[in-house]
């Protein structure tokens, strides 16, 4: 029998990573929304990145100035489409100096770190190291920037600081739905970020008609508030996976978008549980 080309090993490395946590470390994949995104939901997001990029800021994936992060990379499906998208004119500089991806778990850091680095190398047919991968949590950079901490190790903190420096373009990936335990009795309850907090009390919380807020602070509402400050009021894309409670709910996060965003494209897959 032909052995199986890497499209088949990385869905292979992608199916293990999730039913490991789903089966052996369930607290852990509730904690951080452990989910493999399946290929045609992470090709539609990919595709929809790079025709919006041209139809509204003239722009092709992986010219220069062009700067994708994924801030939630998992095993790098969102990097590794990206990539495979980019014209081969452009990827070398593109994949050294202007893609970026976080990840927490070291597990899906180092199937990422594979499954990227071997994408680049079956369209290049030359290996070359993946720089713009952080082991880090996303949301704490955003914390580092008060406290000034180190990011595990030196070679990981130069990355982390390569990125923060890089202004970025494109935000695409999947963030976690909700890290609060699926049962109360469970001591998994979310953790605390102090400035990603802070600016959701200080504008979606703020303006939102809400009697209780606890809802602002489900983990894709700090994705969504962190994306849009990355930004830093420059021109450039958030696209996500996410929770669907916002269109329904939620008034000040949809006040803020509104006024954030020219444009918003929402696909509803109807997976939502009511």
């Not at 929809?48 to 994924?70: M, Q, R, T, W």
């Not at 720089?131 to 955003?142: K, P």
């Not at 849009?228 to 894309?237: Q, S, T, W």
Request: charged content about 25%.
């Amino acid at each position: 029998r032909p052995l199986p080309d890497f499209a088949d090993k990385q869905h292979f490395l992608n199916t293990v990573y999730e039913q490991f946590f789903q089966g052996y470390s369930t607290r852990l994949a509730d904690t951080h929304g452990i989910v493999y995104t399946p290929q045609p939901i992470v090709d539609f997001m990919s595709a929809s990145v790079a025709y919006a990029l041209e139809e509204h800021f003239g722009k092709i994936l992986g010219e220069p100035n062009v700067n994708v992060l994924d801030p939630c990379t998992g095993t790098g499906n969102f990097v590794v489409n990206i990539v495979r998208r980019v014209p081969k004119r452009y990827l070398g500089a593109f994949y050294k100096d202007q893609l970026f991806a976080n990840e927490i778990l070291l597990l899906g850091y180092y199937i990422a770190s594979l499954n990227i680095e071997h994408a680049y190398y079956e369209i290049t047919k030359t290996y070359d190291s993946f720089e713009g991968l952080c082991f880090v949590d996303t949301l704490d950079i955003a914390e580092a920037k008060q406290s000034g901490f180190a990011f595990l190790n030196e070679a990981n903190t130069l990355r982390v600081e390569r990125q923060r420096r890089t202004p970025i373009t494109v935000i695409i990936g999947n963030p976690p739905y909700n890290m609060g335990q699926k049962n109360e009795n469970e001591n998994n309850k979310n953790r605390s970020y102090k400035v990603i907090d802070a600016r959701i009390r200080e504008t979606y919380a703020k303006d939102s008609t809400a009697t209780l807020k606890n809802k602002y602070y489900d983990p894709y509402i700090r994705f969504f508030r962190w994306a849009v400050d990355r930004l830093a009021d420059k021109p450039g894309i958030v696209c996500y996976v996410s929770n669907n409670k916002f269109v329904d709910t939620l008034d000040g996060m949809q006040k803020h978008l509104l006024r954030d965003f020219t444009r918003i494209y929402h696909i509803d897959l109807h997976g939502d549980v009511n």
